[in-house]
């Protein structure tokens, strides 16, 4: 299953769509309730970027919680214009989960966590 079309509020490096409502130009695969892969339009706007950073950290703030700092090398290199671009990342490991059957993702790794 694709889900896509994201609420905004779940877009902090993707683009937004306009239009009623605007939605984050994202999608999640699932296989079997379980996330598979993760992808996005990225957001190449260095000033909407650091308004999303702002906006993050007045949330953080609200909520009793520390402000993090702005990530000013992704900013920087916005700035200097990033082409447009998307990305996906796939959990490999939790393809191998399905592929092979397997209920716990113990069952794929080539070695334990601990020994990493």
């Known amino acids: 299953m694709f889900v896509h079309?994201?609420?905004?509020?779940?877009?902090?490096?993707?683009?937004i769509r306009p239009g009623?409502?605007?939605v984050a130009e994202?999608?999640?695969?699932?296989?079997n309730g379980m996330e598979i892969a993760n992808g996005f339009h990225e957001l190449t706007d260095s000033n909407e970027q650091?308004?999303?950073f702002e906006q993050d950290n007045q949330r953080r703030r609200a909520a009793g919680l520390g402000a993090m700092p702005a990530d000013e090398h992704l900013l920087r290199a916005l700035a200097q214009g990033l082409p447009d671009c998307s990305g996906v990342a796939l959990?490999?490991?939790r393809l191998l989960m399905v592929l092979c059957g397997a209920a716990r993702l113990d069952?794929?790794?080539?070695?334990?966590?601990?020994?990493a």
């Open 50 to 52: 650091r308004r999303r």
């Open 107 to 115: 069952q794929v790794l080539a070695f334990p966590f601990d020994r």
């Open 91 to 93: 959990g490999i490991d």
């Open 20 to 22: 009623k409502p605007p």
């Open 26 to 31: 994202r999608f999640e695969l699932f296989i």
């Open 5 to 15: 079309d994201y609420p905004v509020h779940q877009a902090a490096l993707a683009r």
